[in-house]
Structure formats: C-alpha cells, structure tokens
C-alpha cells in the first residue's frame, strides 16, 4: 500500500511553483516587490483554466450576461459606493519599535492595543488608512485630476446595470458576471498569493425582485458549493462562515464566506452577500439617474436587491494547487517507483496546464518523429506537451508534480504495433493503446477523472 501526505506547509508548494512555472516572485531580479507575484507558463494556463471554468458556469446559463469594465472608473463611483469615506483599516505606530499595524488584528490588554511585533503598549491611537491605490488621470498631478484603481469589481457591474438592462434586454432575476483586476493597498499582505495589493476578482452581481431576496441567496449557497465540488474539493475541506451583525459591511443584509483549510488555516475563499439595493440606490442618488425595474406583468417599480458572489482568482487557484498536492510514497511492490515517493498535483483534467505528455522513449529520431506527430494532432484539442529529456520515470515526476492526467510514451514496440502506452497520473496504472485512436480515448479518459 502507498502512504499519501497532503500539503502540511505553504513553502512546500510555494517552492515547487517556482522550480516548475507555475508562479515567480514579481521584479525577482531587483529583488522582488513585495506581495506581487507573476504567473510562469503552467501558472499562466492553469489560472485561464480556473477563469474559464467559472465564466462558464456563469455565463453559460440563460439569466447571466458577462462584462469586463475598465480599471479606472469616475471618482463619484468611489464617493457613491462609501470606499472613499469607509474603505479604510484603522493602523496603529509602535512607538518603541516603529512598526506600523492594523490595531483590529493586533492583541489587547486591559484595553490597551499591544504591539504584535515587540510587545510593547507604547503605541499611538489608531488613524484610519484608506486601502485605495490612488492615481492622477492626464499629465496634471492635482486633486481634480485623482483617480483611483478599483479596489472590487462589482461597482463596474453596478455602474452598468442600466446599460446591460436595456441592451440585453433582461427580465428580472438575472445576474451580470466579470472577471478583473481589484488593488487594495492590503496592510498585512501575505501566505504567498493569498492576500496581495493587485489581485483578479471573479464576481457576479444578480439581480432580484425585493422579498425573493434571501430564497436567492440560499439558492446562490449551494449553487457555489457545488461549483466547488466540480473544482475538486470534498466538502469537508470547506465550511461556511456566516457574518456576525459586528462583522456585516455597511451594505450586507446577510453574507456568508466560503471557507477552505489552507495550511495555515480556515480562511475566506469567496464572499456570499446580500447586498440589497444598496449600491443601486446610492449610485441613483449620486448620478441622478433612475436605477430601477419597471415589472411589465405586474406593473410594479422597484430598486432590485443584489445578490452577490465574489471570489479571488489568485486565491482560488492558492486552494485548488494546495488541496491538489499529494506526496505520495510508494509501495514496494515491483511498480513503478518502487519504495521510492513523488509529489502529484491531483488536479482535475479541465484545470491542469498540460492535459497530455508525449514522451518518446529515447532520443533515437524514428521516436521523436512519431511523439512529435502525436503532440501535434493531439494539440489541436488537447494541452499537450513533448518531453524527451531524462530517464521516462524522471520524466514521469515531473509531469505529475504540475498535475498532468496522462502521459503518452511512444517505444520501440510502437513503430511496428501503432500503440502507445498510456500511463495515468492518479493510479499509475498502463494501457496500451492504438494510435488511431488516440484523440477520442484520450477524451473519453480526461472526462472520466
Ligand atoms: P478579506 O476579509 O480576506 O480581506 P474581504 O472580505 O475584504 O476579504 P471581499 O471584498 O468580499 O473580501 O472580496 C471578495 C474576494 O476577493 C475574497 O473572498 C477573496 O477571495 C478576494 N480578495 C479580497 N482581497 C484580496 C487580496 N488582498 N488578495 C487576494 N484576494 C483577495
């Protein structure tokens, strides 16, 4: 029997990114800049995968229309929303060590404010520290001229409600779902790509009649978790965690997190709120302009309520690669790998950066000629790599540390027999198989995982 080990440590994973390309440090040259990260190759195609997955179970449903809204949005936006009033962290200085601090996360004693860093209690009083990135739009560098990277998407869905209303013409419930880029100038930013200042948003605003609101947000509940579920993730590695009144933003008629066991704990995954008509309502105050729901059956008019779903990309990949990581040591049975261990991504075929490996068995041209024909009419459906370097159980490591379902190994035998032997990641059991038919077993296996 093999013996698996999940993820215990996040340096574990954070290593084994860089080692295979999945994500750099940013600027790493000049010694990186803090909390930014860049995507390498995999990392790159696993995120538009994650992406993907969730722009489909959005958008491909009838009452979802997708958006992509620009970054830099009119400053009124920000006034209407309440960030440039109450997006804010209350910080604190240590005055014996100098170090700066989010006074609601560090310890208290007797009332007093603790400095997490040195102890002491010589600290000033909090002042509150707006998170926005703040701009200047044009070549004046003055107050007229400030503007500010969006801290949440949702306020470009808010802003085009009317827009997409009208043009789309929809009926009552429907939502409108977008992907972007949020910065927030994050105090304590941290745990890898976990919490970072520049990060993509996936998030879905959807639109109800007032009173069906809460039947809306039970069914967005579960709708989520079963996308979770499509993800990978058994449901005992996540939980939901329901807003206190003390803990409800100022917009939330109810809201609930999605929680996953990182290593280093329960944390947020992805928000679940009842934002009511909130921002419809303030950005109607704000610009003048009527945002509301003319009802044609019932002749009724009304200020929708919002329910909304809002997730981190960085931070859902962060919880599909630790949630995928396995180590496993090997039986000593005579298979493959003998009493030796591997680390493998078990990550679901849709999500995996190379879907296929083909892999000839030496360098001997008559092989690489058949593997490289093989990579080329698989890649017409398939992410598909060509490795002919090192040892083929070497070669096989390294396909399942990045998570690739099969690998394909063209050998002597397959000039005269036209087979391949298949090699599956998760069981690292082998088939062979011919190479006519190749794309549509291929298919039929990555839909089975
Ligand atoms: P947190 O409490 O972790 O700061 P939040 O409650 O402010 O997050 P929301 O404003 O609800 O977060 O944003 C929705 C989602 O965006 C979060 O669930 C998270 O996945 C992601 N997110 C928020 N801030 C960051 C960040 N600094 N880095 C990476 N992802 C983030």
């Known amino acids: 029997m093999s013996t698996i080990t999940p993820l215990k440590d996040l340096q574990t994973l954070v290593s084994l990114c860089k080692r295979r390309g999945f994500v750099f440090q940013s600027s790493e040259i000049y010694g990186g800049l803090n909390s930014c990260w860049d995507y390498g190759p995999l990392g790159a195609d696993f995120k538009f995968n994650v992406k993907m997955s969730w722009w489909k179970t959005m958008t491909r449903r009838p009452d979802i229309v997708g958006l992509d809204a620009a970054i830099l949005m009119?400053?009124?936006?920000?006034?209407?929303?309440?960030?440039?009033?109450?997006?804010?962290?209350?910080?604190?200085?240590?005055?014996?060590c100098k170090t700066r601090f989010r006074q609601d996360q560090a310890p208290q004693k007797n009332g007093k404010t603790i400095c997490p860093n040195c102890g002491s209690t010589e600290v000033t009083e909090p002042r509150n520290f707006n998170l926005m990135f703040k701009t200047f739009m044009g070549p004046v560098e003055d107050a007229a001229a400030v503007?500010?990277?969006?801290?949440?998407?949702?306020?470009?869905?808010?802003?085009?409600?009317?827009?997409?209303l009208t043009s789309m013409r929809k009926k009552i419930p429907f939502g409108i779902?977008?992907?972007?880029?949020?910065?927030?100038?994050?105090?304590t930013p941290g745990n890898f790509t976990f919490r970072?200042?520049?990060?993509e948003q996936m998030e879905m605003q959807y639109f109800v009649k007032p009173g069906t609101d809460m039947e809306w947000f039970e069914k967005w509940k579960e709708t989520r978790l079963a996308h979770y579920s499509r993800l990978g993730f058994k449901p005992s590695s996540l939980r939901f965690h329901q807003h206190g009144?003390?803990?409800?933003?100022?917009?939330?008629?109810?809201?609930?997190?999605?929680?996953?066991?990182?290593?280093?704990?329960?944390?947020?995954?992805?928000?679940?709120?009842?934002?009511?008509d909130f921002d419809l309502t303030q950005h109607s105050k704000f610009s003048g302009k009527k945002l509301e729901y003319f009802d044609e059956q019932t002749k009724e008019r009304f200020v929708p309520y919002v329910i909304e779903t809002a997730v981190g990309c960085d931070?859902?990949?962060?919880?599909?690669?630790?949630?995928?990581?396995?180590?496993?040591?090997?039986?000593?049975?005579g298979g493959e790998g003998d009493g030796d261990s591997r680390v493998v991504l078990r990550l679901k075929p849709f999500l995996a950066p190379?879907?296929?490996?083909?892999?000839?068995?030496?360098?001997?041209?008559?092989?690489?000629?058949?593997?490289f024909k093989i990579r080329q009419d698989l890649s017409e459906e398939f992410r598909v790599d060509y490795d002919e370097t090192a040892s083929i159980g070497k070669r096989y490591r390294r396909q399942d540390e990045i998570g690739t379902p099969l690998c394909l190994t063209v050998d002597f035998e397959s000039l005269n027999d036209k087979k391949v032997t298949v090699r599956h990641r998760d069981t690292m059991t082998q088939d062979r198989v011919e190479m006519s038919r190749l794309s549509e077993y291929v298919r039929e296996k990555l839909r089975s995982f």
């Open 245 to 276: 009144p003390k803990e409800l933003a100022h917009y939330a008629r109810a809201a609930f997190d999605v929680q996953y066991e990182f290593p280093f704990g329960w944390q947020e995954l992805e928000g679940i709120h009842n934002r009511s």
């Open 315 to 333: 931070r859902l990949c962060l919880a599909i690669l630790c949630n995928a990581f396995e180590e496993e040591k090997l039986a000593s049975a």
């Open 196 to 199: 970072t200042r520049e990060f």
């Open 74 to 96: 009119h400053p009124m936006v920000w006034k209407a929303s309440g960030h440039i009033d109450g997006f804010t962290d209350p910080l604190c200085d240590c005055r014996a």
């Open 354 to 371: 190379v879907q296929v490996a083909c892999l000839p068995l030496s360098k001997k041209p008559d092989l690489q000629e058949t593997a």
């Open 147 to 164: 503007v500010y990277l969006r801290p949440e998407t949702a306020q470009g869905i808010f802003v085009n409600y009317e827009n997409v």
């Open 177 to 187: 779902a977008q992907i972007g880029k949020s910065f927030r100038n994050e105090i």
